[in-house]
Every structure is written in C-alpha cells, then in structure tokens.
C-alpha cells in the first residue's frame, strides 16, 4: 500500500534562508509524486511534479524537488525563502487514476 | 478563465442531519474529485466523477456519495452526519482522469457536525 512520510511537522526559517521539506514515499510501482501548498483558508496549489525523467524537477515560485529513488525521497527545496512562502506544504504520490495520497504536511513558518 | 469554487464556504450541522456540498469545476475541465481535510492532516481521497460517472473510491462509507452534472459541476452528498466528518472538504477539478493534468483545488467547504 502507499504511504507518504513527512517527517517535519513544522519547520522556522529566516527570510532569506535556505529551505529543505522532507519527504519519503512507499509505493509499489514507479512513483507519480507531487508538491502542493496550501495558504491559511485557501485550497492547495500545485509546486510541481515528478513522473520520469530528470530527478530533479523545477516547480513555480522559486521551488525544486529531488526524486532518489534509492532513498525513496522527494524532498522539496527553495534556495532563499520569501516571508509569503509561509504556508502548509503537503507531499503526495499518485495512487489509481489521478487520485492522490497525502502526507500529513509540513508548516513552514517564516520570521524576517 | 473562472477557477474551481465551492459553496457554501462554511457550514454547520448537527449529528445524525445530511449535507450537501457543491463544486463548480473551471471551465473545460471534465473531471472532479473530491477529498477530506480533517484538522491537522493531509487530504484524503473520497471518489472522482469523469464524464458523469464514478471513476474511482476511495476509503469512504456509502452514506458518502456524490453526483456529477452535465455541466461538470459536481455535488457531494453525505448521510446520517457523524461527528467525526467535521472537516474541510476539497474539490479538485482537472481534464481527464490522467496524473498528466493536474489538478485545480477550490478553496473548500468548511464543515463543522455538533
């Protein structure tokens, strides 16, 4: 069965800092994983997404991810961080026909 | 381009009532899902429509069913209110029921069952 880890419950960063979210996947078959954040009473927006091809993936707003398989990882990364990137970032692998199975989310708070 | 939107934003219910929650997919696209949000946790699949039919379940009761128009628009209908359903629930319309479009999130319902 699949499964998604996020082992961070909530991380604080500087502004301008560097961020890393971490992510770890179960799943039996080659992987379909995404990003997704979501704001304090809004709905989730996709970052980006992997499905073959490069690890390494460029999403929107300045962020990448990694895919190791070897790891069974998909870690989300921003190289300076920006106070509105304060939000819940959520990891997800794909699961049947465009459906998606969640992680619990990480909370990345933002201090100046 | 209009996005996903849901209604009514917010709502209150009482153990035991039933609940209908409504999802405008955004223009062009065929296919919604729907998913659970409880406090704290990441979403949970419940069933996505394409085309007007039921195209995939996941771990939900049957008081748990939904409807797909014409139009696209979709409902959720949930029975016989528990406590436990208290939640954000999510639509996410798309094109096709392929990873290869992504999916669009409304803002959601928020549901609260006293």
């Known amino acids: 069965a699949q499964s998604v880890t996020q082992p961070d419950i909530h991380i604080t960063v500087s502004e301008g800092a560097s961020l890393e979210l971490r992510c770890n996947y179960s799943?039996?078959?080659?992987?379909?994983l995404f990003w997704y954040v979501q704001s304090p009473g809004q709905g989730l927006q996709l970052l980006l997404k992997?499905?073959?091809?490069?690890?390494l993936v460029q999403g929107i707003k300045g962020f990448e991810a990694e895919f190791k398989r070897s790891q069974s990882s998909f870690n989300l990364r921003k190289p300076s961080v920006h106070w509105s990137d304060a939000a819940e970032y959520f990891c997800a692998v794909g699961s049947g026909a465009n459906n998606l199975f969640f992680g619990t989310g990480t909370r990345l708070t933002v201090i100046p | 381009e209009t996005g996903v939107t849901q209604s009514p934003t917010h709502l209150i219910k009482t153990r035991g009532q039933q609940v209908t929650l409504r999802c405008s997919s955004q223009?062009?696209?065929?296919?919604v899902s729907w998913y659970q949000q409880a406090l704290g946790q990441g979403p949970q699949f419940i069933f996505q429509?394409?085309?007007?039919?039921?195209?995939g379940r996941g771990n939900f009761p049957p008081r748990f069913s939904g409807l797909q128009f014409p139009n696209y628009s979709s409902e959720l209908n949930v029975n016989a209110l528990e406590l436990d359903d208290s939640a954000l629930y999510l639509c996410?319309?798309?094109?096709?029921?392929?990873?290869?479009?992504?999916?669009?999130f409304g803002n959601g319902t928020r549901l609260t069952v006293t």
């Open positions: 799943y039996g078959a080659t992987p379909y």
């Open positions: 996410a319309s798309s094109i096709g029921s392929s990873y290869n479009s992504p999916l669009h």
């Open positions: 429509y394409y085309r007007e039919e039921e195209n």
């Open positions: 992997y499905f073959s091809g490069d690890t």
């Open positions: 223009s062009g696209h065929n296919t």
